[in-house]
T-cell receptor, first 113, second 113 residues
Framework: KAGVTQTPRYLIKTRGQQVTLSCSPISGHRSVSWYQQTPGQGLQFLFEYFSETQRNKGNFPGRFSGRQFSNSRSEMNVSTLELGDSALYLC????????????FGPGTRLLVL | AQTVTQSQPEMSVQEAETVTLSCTYDTSESDYYLFWYKQPPSRQMILVIRQEAYKQQNATENRFSVNFQKAAKSFSLKISDSQLGDAAMYFCAQAGANSKLTFGKGITLSVRP
């Protein structure tokens, strides 16, 4: 079974721009969660989508948003990029139970200049 | 609120020896899972082992085993017969009813040949 895939793998943007990251979960998984990893703050939960609905949300500003499609693929959008948004963005998928094991994709490295 | 604490930032082990990584957690939930994830330089987050809180038996996966002390809220990872490929950052994490993963700050493990 194919693992979680994320595109793009690397991205360079400038302040004020917006960016969209994509995540395709493991086949059969209905939940997709997003995490931000930075050296200073570590791994922080952004949000979770299950059956096209946001089921849980972390403490991030409204510039961070997401959505999930009927095939469980998910996108994350960050508007008005700030230097502090430079990070590794990890997507994880699971069957959707609570609690449940989450499997991660390779991540998208975002650099904001 | 859930918290996960990894107090040791770095550890080193001789190849073929055994090493134990420590983790403590805090939660008010009764149904939760605990995990150890490995993050090598590629930054891909890889699941090492999972422990369901309701299970008394400690989980094992080949050379990896845990010591789960529920009353003490302690969850340590033992790596036996350490290999060069075990060198990575290791994260302890907890998932509860809200399905999000709460991570510790991680520990960098180096393996000496």
């Amino acid at each position: 079974k194919a693992g979680v895939t994320q595109t793009p793998r690397y991205l360079i943007k400038t302040r004020g721009q917006q960016v969209t990251l994509s995540c395709s979960p493991i086949s059969g998984h209905r939940s997709v969660s997003w995490y931000q990893q930075t050296p200073g703050q570590g791994l922080q939960f952004l949000f979770e989508y299950f059956s096209e609905t946001q089921r849980n949300k972390g403490n991030f500003p409204g510039r961070f948003s997401g959505r999930q499609f009927s095939n469980s693929r998910s996108e994350m959008n960050v508007s008005t990029l700030e230097l502090g948004d430079s990070a590794l963005y990890l997507c994880a998928s699971s069957l959707g139970g609570r609690p449940e094991t989450q499997y991660f994709g390779p991540g998208t490295r975002l650099l904001v200049l | 609120a859930q918290t996960v604490t990894q107090s040791q930032p770095e550890m080193s082990v001789q190849e073929a020896e055994t090493v134990t990584l420590s983790c403590t957690y805090d939660t008010s939930e009764s149904d939760y899972y605990l995990f150890w994830y490995k993050q090598p330089p590629s930054r891909q987050m890889i699941l090492v082992i999972r422990q369901e809180a309701y299970k008394q038996q400690n989980a094992t996966e080949n050379r990896f085993s845990v010591n789960f002390q529920k009353a003490a809220k302690s969850f340590s990872l033992k790596i036996s017969d350490s290999q060069l490929g075990d060198a990575a950052m290791y994260f302890c994490a907890q998932a509860g009813a809200n399905s999000k993963l709460t991570f510790g700050k991680g520990i960098t493990l180096s393996v000496r040949p």
